[in-house]
């Protein structure tokens, strides 16, 4: 697998990553990273980070860790935990890890850090292969 050409298609692809900064930064196989630039208009009410985008940057980092085998994925469950409020958070970065790689359904433990290293949650992420190669 050419992980740089899987890397640079699932930046240029992934509209909503797009849509949010989130940059894939490194990929190989079962494994993943991932960033993202925070701003204020990703803060709620009470000045911290939304919590939908730590949990987005762990489901598309977890979902290019599943397809580092060149098979698109789609995510089928979720098992997320926060553990920090992001105050002052001006940069995430997010690892996926492999658990378990089946024939239909992957595993991935997923941390999300912020800038200082200090991680804000963490989860359990499944995905299904969808049998379809990705043509890169």
């Not at 994925?73 to 992001?86: E, P």
């Not at 941390?111 to 049998?131: C, P, R, T, Y």
């Amino acid at each position: 697998m050419d992980f740089e050409k899987l890397k640079s298609f699932r930046n240029i692809n992934n509209n909503f990553a797009k849509l949010l900064g989130i940059e894939l930064t490194e990929l190989s196989d079962g494994y993943a990273k991932a960033t993202m630039k925070v701003t204020k208009e990703f803060l709620n009410p009470i000045g911290s980070l939304h919590g939908g985008c730590l949990y987005t940057i762990a489901d598309i980092v977890g979902g290019a860790a599943a397809s580092s085998y060149g098979i698109h994925v789609t995510t089928i469950d979720g098992n997320f935990h926060y553990l920090r409020a992001g105050i002052n958070t001006k940069e995430l970065s997010a690892t996926a890890t492999e658990i378990k790689k089946g024939k239909k359904i992957s595993v991935y433990s997923i941390s999300v850090k912020d800038q200082d290293n200090v991680e804000l949650a963490v989860g359990i992420f499944s995905f299904m292969s969808l049998g379809k190669a990705i043509e890169i």
